[in-house]
């Protein structure tokens, strides 16, 4: 793929739109914000800069730009995110023929993604285009009342009774065998020829949140039920489809979800799309099977209120009661709706329009502790002994609710109506709550003994296991107290600059200059490697175990990259030794710095990239930002997209005074900034000569003492002179 043709993609693709799909996102000043797709997030951080075109989680540092939020939350490559956002952004991709090699290792996923694409259109063109296919799949959905809009909504199909025929069709289109096998669309006969798994049934596709289809449910059509085992068959489990980690609906009903801030909940394919067809969109349907954390986590991005939609026969009510425990302990706001005796959502939506179907809905869904506590109560009737197996049932549920607040609210509320004292539910509460967090230190000091760091308990109360297990914070990490609701605000750049450097800076600085540097290979190196200042997430690669001992190094460079990402195409002016007016960019003037003294970037990414945008500073369109952002090289591109993102800016305390922005100060932060710099490296030669003179056998050696005092003299007047122009400052933190 041509730099052009990924320019078009990047500068199509609207960050916030394509976040939106996976993301709920409320404004937040000039940015977005919702929770984080990619860790267990329980308070919004993970943040959306439309101007800047990035996001970024504050808690699991994880983010970018929109390729690389795709590549992440889709488990894609650098080129197939970029294909997913041409597919999307209707932008055409030129792509050269693969050899067959290359074809044969094509990536495995994009294959049995690409077979379920064909599979899906298949069995839709097949319903609406051949005689079985209206005659009888199109039937059996007419029967239902689906409207042919609805139908394409859904790409509702039917697969033929013959018992290879899709096979047949998926080979001559140029599939393999092994990927239609594995998808689950056909299976092997001992003889090593294909049946279809679908023969004969109506076909409902699985979508992902993402559009792309997973999965297929097929029902055996009603005339022919008898004698079948199976009415609703699935494809199995795969690469691409896990069943516990999806839910039926989500594409078509994640938008509604996030609009209406309320999600319902139902049991099968046909209750989810007449309720669509009955105009309530935000409904999902778990098909059967128990709701489990990954399906909670994926519903709250969308929203924390959920309602789960029951019949109204005695299955249905105790149906109510089961996993529910499961979304309160996620924080998720849980609401029960009972359907009148002998109705389910399909059947219901089917009698009913939409604001009858709506009206019902608010006039009878009920909180579901709430509704829990009054079954119970009436259940146990005057029974002493139901009843206190009642509260303690009750209190149960309670103890799993995160929020301490909310679980005050529903204490006082339960104890009123059970006519128990608050204070005696409260320690209950709190007993139960202590028991779970005993459970999970045993838990985690079993882990630590086997070593099994791999495993971790789910469903643990947000707060609990917050306090019990404190999080691994970087040294450099701005602490949560701090940061609030939104991202920690910082200046990673000095906000006070001496006043003989700002703003008439003479380029190249004369006065006080030192001739010469040491070299950069005198200083000692270290044999750990700091983490560097920007990329607590980030692994740094292998060759870089010469690392300067002094952490502020690598914090120096990362400084100094950030200005080079940000503003490197920005030209810095000032006078020559001669006094003629001078402008340099300012990537073309950090290498000139480092090259004039023989230094050169310790930390070999920052050395990478330092060098990649020197080698395309002549260019006319040069742009550094956009140029490694959209580098194929993952670690090169979200280490720009740190750099860029907004959490690096002045304090709101400054924000609100007349302080020059970041972009105004650039001359004197850079010349600044490279003193800075350059300091530092004089600052460890020196430690260096100082350590060597309490060398016993240095000093038993007169002529190199006198030579090792000679070269701390010289190193502590080139200390001084650098000193006096980098001046008293604010500490980069």
Request: hydrophobic share 40%.
């Amino acid at each position: 793929m041509d730099q052009s043709t990924i320019d078009r993609i990047i500068d199509a693709a609207d960050i916030v739109d394509v976040v939106s799909g996976y993301v709920t996102l409320r404004r937040a000043g000039a940015s977005y914000k919702g929770l984080c797709p990619f860790h267990d997030d329980k308070t919004p951080s993970f943040y959306v800069s439309p101007s800047k075109g990035l996001c970024k989680c504050f808690s699991c540092g994880k983010g970018g730009n929109v390729v690389h939020f795709i590549m992440e939350e889709e488990q894609l490559s650098y080129y197939e995110a970029l294909k997913f956002l041409a597919k999307k952004y209707g932008i055409e991709v030129e792509d050269r023929q693969l050899t067959d090699e290359e074809r044969l290792q094509q990536n495995e996923r994009e294959s049995m993604f690409a077979v379920n694409e064909w599979a899906s259109n298949y069995f839709h063109d097949t319903m609406m285009s051949t005689d079985d296919g209206r005659s009888i799949g199109l039937a059996y959905f007419r029967t239902r009342g689906f409207r042919d809009d609805i139908i394409e909504k859904f790409k509702l199909g039917f697969c033929l009774p013959s018992y290879d025929a899709m096979s047949k069709a998926a080979v001559k289109k140029g599939f393999r065998e092994d990927f239609i096998v594995k998808t689950g669309l056909a299976f092997r006969r001992d003889d090593g020829t294909l049946r279809d798994r679908y023969r004969d049934r109506a076909i409902f596709p699985w979508f992902a949140v993402s559009g792309k289809i997973v999965a297929f449910g097929g029902r055996v059509l009603d005339a022919r039920t008898k004698g079948v085992n199976q009415k609703y068959i699935n494809s199995p489990e795969s690469d691409i489809f896990h069943k516990s980690r999806e839910l039926y609906g989500i594409f078509q009903a994640k938008k509604a979800i996030a609009k209406e801030d309320r999600v319902f909940m139902v049991e099968g394919y046909t209750d989810v799309i007449s309720m669509h067809q009955c105009g309530i969109e935000n409904v999902v349907a778990n098909s059967g099977t128990a709701l489990n954390v990954a399906q909670i986590k994926l519903l709250h991005r969308f929203t924390s209120n959920i309602t789960l939609l029951y019949d109204g026969d005695s299955a249905g009510i105790h149906a109510a009661l089961r996993g529910t425990d499961m979304l309160l302990a996620e924080g998720m706001h849980v609401k029960i709706l009972l359907l009148p005796d002998g109705d389910d959502p399909d059947s219901f939506a089917r009698k009913h329009t939409s604001e009858d179907f709506k009206a019902y809905i608010d006039a009878h869904q009920t909180d579901f502790i709430i509704f829990k506590t009054n079954l119970l109560m009436e259940e146990a009737g005057r029974d002493p002994i139901k009843r206190a197996q009642l509260i303690s049932d009750i209190v149960k549920s309670i103890a799993v609710i995160p929020e301490e607040i909310t679980r005050a609210v529903y204490i006082r509320e339960t104890s009123q109506m059970l006519n128990v004292e608050e204070r005696i539910l409260l320690n209950e509460t709190e007993k139960i709550r202590k028991q779970e967090l005993e459970r999970l230190a045993r838990e985690r000091e079993r882990m630590k003994e086997s070593g099994d760091a791999a495993s971790r308990p789910t469903s643990v109360p947000s707060d609990a296991a917050s306090s019990s297990a404190p999080q691994q914070i970087p040294e450099n990490a701005v602490p949560s107290s701090v940061a609030g609701d939104a991202p920690a605000e910082i200046s990673p750049l000095p906000t006070e600059i001496p006043a003989d450097l700002y703003p008439n800076v003479a380029y190249p600085p004369q006065n006080g200059v030192p001739e010469a540097l040491p070299p950069a290979d005198s200083v000692p190196l270290p044999d750990a490697e700091p983490k560097p200042v920007y990329l607590e997430a980030q692994k740094t690669p292998a060759d870089s175990s010469k690392y300067f001992r002094n952490n502020r190094f690598i914090e120096l460079e990362g400084l100094i990259m950030t200005l080079v990402v940000r503003y490197g195409e920005c030209e810095i002016s000032g006078e020559d030794a001669e006094g003629n007016a001078v402008s340099v960019k300012v990537v073309d003037y950090v290498c000139q710095e480092l090259e004039g003294d023989g230094l050169q970037l310790q930390h070999p990414l920052y050395r990478q990239m330092l060098d990649e945008a020197r080698n395309h500073s002549s260019e006319v369109d040069f742009k550094p930002s956009r140029m490694f952002l959209s580098s194929p090289s993952l670690e090169v591109s979200r280490t720009a997209a740190d750099m860029l993102s907004e959490r690096y800016q002045l304090s709101s305390l400054y924000a609100k005074q007349e302080v020059p922005t970041e972009r105004e100060q650039l001359d004197a932060l850079i010349v600044h900034l490279m003193f800075d710099y350059k300091l530092a490296v004089v600052n460890a030669e020196l430690k260096s000569t100082q350590e060597a003179l309490r060398d016993p056998a240095v000093l038993a050696d007169m002529d190199k003492c006198a030579a090792i005092l000679k070269k701390n003299m010289m190193i502590k007047n080139i200390q001084q002179k650098l000193a006096r122009h980098v001046g008293d400052r604010v500490l980069l933190k």
